[in-house]
């Protein structure tokens, strides 16, 4: 038979008491459940904790030396206790979140750094993902939550939009179109393009498949954005980027150029729509409330 919880508060209890009177007050018990109590407790354990007489009451030898583990173990049931009350309002848990391809926008650092500090029983894992994912690992369970850019195929998942960019061609320093301050998607038309094995309606975002009278060349295959700065700088395809991709800083050899004829990216926060888990909805807050934040584009986090 194991020892309850209740009877393993009474014994230590009354082993710092060493008076029943006081022991039972301090708990707010009647002095005769406290009694029945530790006579339970002895009889489960074998041992005589306590020797009593009309004057005084101390612990035997046994009792003496078994209070450190009782002690020990109510501690332990009380770490255990915080830590669900932990899980329970979302201080504590294990959080995996995905960093899409081109979703990792200036204001990403800061994010994360934020939430550890807000919630520093948290166990957080940030993953960075390719082209070939840009769900961020949701599609695959792989995280819980994801900065990713939309459009892509995303059943079972839920997004809220965290703002907007526009969309900047990908081309070599010396490339005809580099010096222009922007372009019209028809200029690109004709350019050889990247292509990606990837979600259809990602890949289709981002070759401007609704603008497009025929279907693009396909100069290479990227997974990466140092795939696309590759094949740009060799000039055998070209690409879009986020602005803040753009401008995050001097890319040797490349020149970023905007396209204000196209639809902006969107930046999103993601999760798995069956997921009520308050760390998870922690962090979406936080997520709104930091892509809010006045200039935070071009913040340097």
Not at 119 to 146: I, M, N, S, Y
Request: charged share 25%; glycine share 6%.
């Amino acid at each position: 038979m194991q020892p309850e919880v209740r009877q393993l508060q009474y014994f230590v209890t009354v082993a710092e008491e060493l008076n029943f009177t006081r022991a039972a007050q301090r708990l707010h018990v009647v002095q005769q459940s406290l009694s029945t109590g530790i006579a339970q407790l002895e009889g489960a354990l074998g041992i005589r904790l306590f020797e009593r007489t009309t004057r005084s009451v101390t612990l035997t030898s046994a009792g003496a030396a078994w209070l450190p583990y009782a002690r020990e173990a109510l501690a332990s049931m009380n770490r255990a206790a915080d830590a669900a009350e932990d899980l329970a309002v979302g201080r504590s848990g294990r959080l995996r979140v995905g960093l899409a391809a081109t979703g990792a926008l200036p204001f990403m650092p800061g994010l994360l750094r934020t939430f550890r500090q807000r919630f520093p029983l948290a166990d957080v894992d940030a993953k960075h993902f390719d082209f070939h994912d840009p769900c961020g690992g949701l599609r695959d369970r792989e995280t819980d939550v994801a900065i990713v850019r939309p459009p892509f195929l995303d059943d079972g998942l839920t997004l809220v939009e965290l703002g907007q960019e526009p969309r900047y061609a990908v081309l070599a320093s010396d490339h005809p179109l580099a010096e222009r301050s922007t372009i019209e998607f028809s200029d690109l038309v004709d350019e050889p393009w990247m292509d990606i094995e990837t979600d259809p309606l990602w890949c289709d975002f981002w070759q401007v498949k609704e603008q497009r009278p025929r279907p693009p060349t396909i100069g290479a295959m990227c997974r990466t954005l140092d795939d696309l700065f590759e094949a740009a700088r060799a000039g055998t395809a070209i690409g879009l980027v986020p602005e803040s991709i753009a401008q995050t800083q001097s890319w040797p050899n490349l020149a970023f150029v905007a396209v204000p004829d196209i639809a902006p990216s969107t930046v999103a926060v993601a999760w798995h729509t069956d997921d009520d888990r308050r760390l998870v909805a922690s962090f979406v807050d936080l997520a709104k409330e930091i892509a809010t934040l006045p200039s935070v584009a071009g913040r340097d986090t």
